[in-house]
Nanobody, 120 residues
Framework: QVQLRDSGGRSVQTGGSLRLSCAASGRTFSTYAMGWFRQAPGKEREFVAA????????NYADSVKGRFTISRDNAKDTGYLQMNSLKPEDTAVYYC?????????????WGQGTQVTVSS
């Protein structure tokens, strides 16, 4: 079974950029769809973006469309979330997850989370 380790979170100013990484252990990463979720203090975890196992299909939350880009490199067993034009409301713990399909990621495997803080 795949295990996930997400990283790359840090503090940035409004308008800045960050790239989160999700490194997978195991040899079956390429068979999983993967995605990113986030949870802000006092709020429920919410969907951010997802990508199919071969990278051919992506899906984004309306709040991040045009600013965030999800990608993956199956040769490196790693997924990414490029975040541009960051806003204070993007502040949250970001979690990567992997599942059997792009629609069932939340029911699969989770990383431990990485903190993103956007200051105004």
């Amino acid at each position: 079974q795949v295990q996930l380790r997400d990283s790359g979170g840090r503090s940035v100013q409004t308008g800045g950029s960050l790239r989160l990484s999700c490194a997978a252990s195991g040899r079956t990463f390429s068979t999983y769809a993967m995605g990113w979720f986030r949870q802000a203090p006092g709020k429920e975890r919410e969907f951010v973006a997802a990508i199919s196992s071969n990278g051919g299909r992506t899906n984004y939350a309306d709040s991040v469309k045009g600013r965030f880009t999800i990608s993956r490199d199956n040769a490196k067993d790693t997924g990414y979330l490029q975040m541009n034009s960051l806003k204070p409301e993007d502040t949250a713990v970001y979690y990567c997850a992997a599942g059997s399909t792009i629609w069932t990621i939340s029911k699969g495997i989770w990383g431990q989370g990485t903190q993103v803080t956007v200051s105004s």
